[in-house]
């Protein structure tokens, strides 16, 4: 099929992000101290923004029948992937057989939601009119349906990002995601919540989509939420019954092996999903914003937020690609509809306009930024300027009421 090409100006793209504020103040407020953003004026933000501008419209300008070819070719290896790899489970009982079926059905799992699904849905693929690879009418093998997500995510995530009480994907409304924010005893139990949340996050982030936590009083008296949760429903019900009954019953008397790699497999997308998302926004140096900071933001200002309050992980393409090149969570973020390998070929020259201004361009290797992003979670289930030994010993002389009083001593440190 030949993709006829629309390419979308940087203006029609940021609309929906951009408030149109003063150009000549700096409304960006980083919940840091000292500001990483002080030496900037804001002559010099807007400047940062025509320059991003224009790489933005020189990627847009030069996409062709190249880039269509890459994820269709993506599509196809994804789906031949999995087909082979349910074709190899029917002889699951043969440990060999399992561990190949496996290990094939995670990975065409991982890129269903990564490269494919994700990158679809924020219209990175739409210029190419095919109404087969469009955001509008992509659904992903994840429980959360599409329209639920591109809510959350696209409109709520990606214009609110790293806004403390704004961006919900900071700590997904569970969790304690900034020294600015008061400590309460439950946050002791928050490294725990990102275990459980990493092991079934596709369903964890079907309870964020539908805001859970905020309809759940209402949720009997709510119609658009009975409706929501009733897609979510069906979805669970038609994935379950593919992954752990049609499929398994296919493999005869191989059922539970076959049902056990199924289960298996999508864990493995579950953690490999929860650790390359926690790298984009969690690992230390990533920065947080207050929610003054979109009050007459500027384009140039969006711009830097983004910038500051994301997190890249250095690697392979291979991996790249398993990551939906989410890897280039920073270039990602700037510009969301880019077709995703064009992140990396970006990459050298974020880097460079990071370094002109000033700026800490966060990266590492994924085993060091997964580690400081579970650091980050664990500091920050603490009351501020408490360590894990000094926790223990104020709980075994004091209780919980000595605990409560450290971290009155220590909230208006960072806030």
């Given at each position: 099929?030949?993709?006829?090409?629309?390419?979308?100006?940087?203006?029609?793209?940021?609309?929906?992000?951009?408030?149109?504020?003063?150009?000549?103040?700096?409304?960006?407020?980083?919940?840091?101290?000292?500001?990483?953003?002080?030496?900037?004026?804001?002559?010099?933000?807007?400047?940062?923004?025509?320059?991003l501008d224009e790489i933005r419209q020189e990627v847009f300008n030069s996409l062709?029948?190249?880039?269509?070819?890459?994820?269709?070719?993506?599509?196809?290896?994804?789906?031949?992937?999995?087909?082979?790899?349910?074709?190899?489970?029917?002889?699951?009982?043969?440990?060999?057989?399992?561990?190949?079926?496996?290990?094939?059905?995670?990975?065409?799992?991982?890129?269903?939601?990564?490269?494919?699904?994700?990158?679809?849905?924020?219209?990175?693929?739409?210029?190419?009119?095919?109404?087969?690879?469009?955001?509008?009418?992509?659904?992903?093998?994840?429980?959360?349906?599409?329209?639920?997500?591109?809510?959350?995510?696209?409109?709520?995530?990606?214009?609110?990002?790293?806004?403390?009480?704004?961006?919900?994907?900071?700590?997904?409304?569970?969790?304690?995601?900034?020294?600015?924010?008061?400590?309460?005893?439950?946050?002791?139990?928050?490294?725990?919540?990102?275990?459980?949340?990493?092991?079934?996050?596709?369903?964890?982030?079907?309870?964020?989509?539908?805001?859970?936590?905020?309809?759940?009083?209402?949720?009997?008296?709510?119609?658009?939420?009975?409706?929501?949760?009733?897609?979510?429903?069906?979805?669970?019900?038609?994935?379950?019954?593919?992954?752990?009954?049609?499929?398994?019953?296919?493999?005869?008397?191989?059922?539970?092996?076959?049902?056990?790699?199924?289960?298996?497999?999508?864990?493995?997308?579950?953690?490999?999903?929860?650790?390359?998302?926690?790298?984009?926004?969690?690992?230390?140096?990533?920065?947080?914003?207050?929610?003054?900071?979109?009050?007459?933001?500027?384009?140039?200002?969006?711009?830097?937020?983004?910038?500051?309050?994301?997190?890249n992980i250095s690697g392979s393409k291979p991996m790249h690609i398993m990551t939906?090149?989410?890897?280039?969570?920073?270039?990602?973020?700037?510009?969301?509809?880019?077709?995703?390998?064009?992140?990396?070929e970006i990459s050298p020259r974020i880097q460079d306009l990071f370094q002109r201004?000033?700026?800490?361009?966060?990266?590492?290797?994924?085993?060091?930024?997964?580690?400081?992003?579970?650091?980050?979670?664990?500091?920050?289930?603490?009351?501020?300027?408490?360590?894990?030994?000094?926790?223990?010993?104020?709980?075994?002389?004091?209780?919980?009421?000595?605990?409560?009083?450290?971290?009155?001593?220590?909230?208006?440190?960072?806030?």
């Amino acid at each position: 099929m030949t993709s006829t090409i629309e390419r979308p100006t940087a203006t029609k793209a940021l609309d929906s992000r951009i408030t149109g504020g003063r150009s000549e103040v700096v409304h960006t407020h980083v919940n840091a101290t000292p500001s990483p953003i002080d030496h900037l004026t804001p002559e010099q933000i807007e400047e940062i923004g025509r320059e991003l501008d224009e790489i933005r419209q020189e990627v847009f300008n030069s996409l062709g029948e190249q880039d269509a070819a890459y994820i269709r070719r993506v599509i196809a290896v994804q789906r031949w992937l999995e087909l082979g790899s349910r074709g190899v489970l029917l002889f699951s009982r043969h440990p060999l057989a399992w561990v190949v079926g496996t290990a094939g059905l995670s990975v065409a799992k991982i890129l269903d939601n990564m490269e494919i699904g994700h990158n679809v849905m924020h219209g990175q693929w739409d210029w190419m009119r095919d109404p087969k690879i469009h955001s509008s009418t992509w659904e992903w093998n994840t429980v959360s349906p599409a329209e639920q997500w591109k809510h959350s995510h696209n409109e709520i995530h990606h214009t609110y990002t790293n806004v403390v009480g704004k961006d919900n994907d900071l700590g997904y409304g569970i969790m304690r995601v900034d020294d600015a924010q008061r400590w309460y005893p439950a946050y002791l139990v928050q490294p725990l919540l990102n275990l459980v949340n990493a092991t079934f996050f596709e369903y964890g982030i079907a309870a964020y989509d539908l805001e859970l936590g905020k309809n759940w009083k209402t949720r009997k008296t709510n119609p658009a939420f009975q409706a929501d949760a009733a897609h979510v429903m069906a979805k669970i019900k038609r994935l379950a019954l593919k992954d752990y009954v049609l499929w398994p019953a296919l493999s005869g008397p191989g059922f539970v092996s076959t049902l056990t790699a199924n289960f298996t497999s999508n864990i493995v997308r579950n953690y490999w999903t929860h650790s390359v998302i926690m790298c984009g926004h969690f690992p230390q140096g990533v920065e947080t914003f207050s929610k003054t900071s979109i009050e007459g933001e500027t384009r140039g200002e969006w711009y830097l937020r983004q910038m500051l309050g994301s997190a890249n992980i250095s690697g392979s393409k291979p991996m790249h690609i398993m990551t939906g090149y989410l890897s280039h969570q920073v270039e990602h973020h700037l510009y969301p509809d880019m077709p995703s390998p064009k992140l990396a070929e970006i990459s050298p020259r974020i880097q460079d306009l990071f370094q002109r201004y000033g700026l800490t361009y966060v990266t590492g290797p994924l085993h060091t930024q997964v580690a400081s992003a579970w650091k980050e979670i664990i500091r920050l289930s603490l009351p501020n300027d408490t360590s894990l030994k000094q926790t223990v010993q104020i709980l075994a002389t004091q209780g919980m009421k000595g605990l409560k009083k450290r971290a009155r001593q220590t909230r208006n440190i960072y806030a």
